[in-house]
């Protein structure tokens, strides 16, 4: 029967998260696409005789504006939808912090160091172009994101023969990024704290976490009207309302108890995930990614320091940063690169690494808060930025995967 041998199909990680990081990839290559779509669909509409009705739809209010809650479509999307995408983040890291590679600090260590490199170097670029050219400093935290989404749906697509290790390795890498994005929007983009508020989202958070881990209490109709009060209040104490998706996240319990098959986090991110990759990811990109990119408009950008120092810590600042933080921490410290990853390998993921999209983005609309033009100009740069990422990435990795398909195949039984 024609299909996969086994030489052919890649290696699968010995650690007890292999069979969910197949899932998350195979997810994962799907809802990259559908963002990438969602992404052209927005350039599209923002480009054309529609760019009017696309303004109209993505500033049209509504809500409860009694709760504080009457917002426009765009800040819907990336203040409530967004956040389901964080609450899937915060499982996922949950999961890495209990039984994955953030679990035992040497196998952490290189993704952990490039992950630092991969937010500080970018960053550095940012700060760099912008103090010299006189430009805003606040976006320094725009370049530092790394999207799981499309950088593993991306890495799923052309890399069938390339070693799992480098998966992992991105997985994990992509998740501290993203705990480093949610450090930074709590700390450096929160409008004036309004306490009340925030200690009412606190004891949300403590009602949730005494019903699920010390009680038990089960029933989605109990925890879905809790998850969006936590979500209203800490929107209205001014931290960024995606921060409560991540916390929810984290409490989950990932380890199983008794007879369970598996621990709640995994059950609950199975059903959610669908929605965070087809839904609300999709949806943020829809109204986000909505940029003129004509001619004038690009030039107008690339004259912007804020737009070029995003482009550069997207594009070199991340590979210097990844790259170099990977191997001065394996040539002068203890942790070693995997015997099955080579150093092109780290390269091509470091570049792949590059495309912020989601997260990016959203910093972007928090940075420059009352400058809509510069707003859309880095958010040009990030868009042009991730996608020139993506395609080097994709060459680099191609190359990579060609020599692993040979070896396999020279490995198979005759």
Not at 145 to 173: C, E, Q, W
Request: net charge negative.
């Amino acid at each position: 029967m024609a299909g996969n041998t086994p030489s052919d199909a890649p290696s699968t990680p010995s650690r007890p998260e292999r069979k969910s990081l197949a899932n998350a990839l195979r997810t994962e290559t799907v809802g990259g696409m559908v963002l990438l779509a969602a992404a052209v669909v927005a350039l599209v509409l923002s480009n054309t005789a529609l760019s009017g009705l696309y303004e109209d739809v993505r500033n049209f209010h509504f809500g409860i504006p009694a709760l504080g809650l009457d917002l426009s479509v765009g800040h819907w999307a990336s203040d409530g939808l967004l956040t389901i995408f964080f609450f899937v983040a915060g499982i996922e890291l949950k999961r890495e912090l209990v039984d994955g590679e953030l679990r035992d600090p040497r196998a952490a260590a290189l993704p952990i160091v490039a992950a630092v490199g991969g937010m500080a170097v970018p960053a550095l670029f940012y700060l760099a172009v912008n103090a010299s050219g006189g430009g805003d400093l606040n976006g320094w935290a725009i370049p530092m994101a790394t999207d799981i989404a499309f950088a593993l749906g991306v890495l799923a697509v052309i890399g069938t023969h390339l070693p799992s290790g480098l998966r992992t390795f991105l997985l994990t890498l992509a998740i501290v990024d993203d705990l480093g994005a949610i450090v930074v929007i709590a700390l450096f983009y929160t409008s004036t704290l309004n306490t009340w508020a925030l200690a009412g989202a606190f004891a949300g958070l403590l009602l949730f976490y005494v019903l699920h881990q010390k009680l038990e209490v089960r029933g989605w109709y109990l925890y879905v009207p809790l998850g969006v009060a936590i979500w209203a209040l800490m929107y209205n104490s001014g931290v960024h309302a995606t921060i409560a998706g991540v916390a929810m996240g984290m409490l989950l319990r990932a380890k199983a108890r008794g007879n369970e098959e598996s621990p709640p986090a995994d059950r609950i991110e199975h059903v959610v995930r669908p929605f965070s990759a087809g839904l609300a990811v999709p949806l943020f990109a829809l109204f986000a990614a909505g940029v003129s990119v004509s001619g004038s408009a690009l030039a107008e950008a690339a004259r912007e320091p804020e737009a070029l120092g995003t482009a550069l810590g997207l594009f070199v600042g991340k590979v210097v940063g990844i790259f170099g933080g990977t191997y001065l921490a394996a040539r002068f410290t203890s942790a070693r690169l995997s015997p099955d990853l080579a150093w092109a390998d780290v390269l091509g993921m470091s570049m792949l690494a590059g495309i912020g999209f989601t997260v990016s983005l959203l910093v972007t609309e928090l940075a420059f808060t009352g400058n809509p033009e510069t707003t859309e100009h880095v958010k040009a740069a990030v868009l042009i930025a991730s996608f020139a990422a993506a395609l080097v990435a994709c060459a680099l990795l191609r190359v990579r995967d060609a020599k692993y398909a040979k070896l396999a195949a020279s490995d198979s039984p005759q």
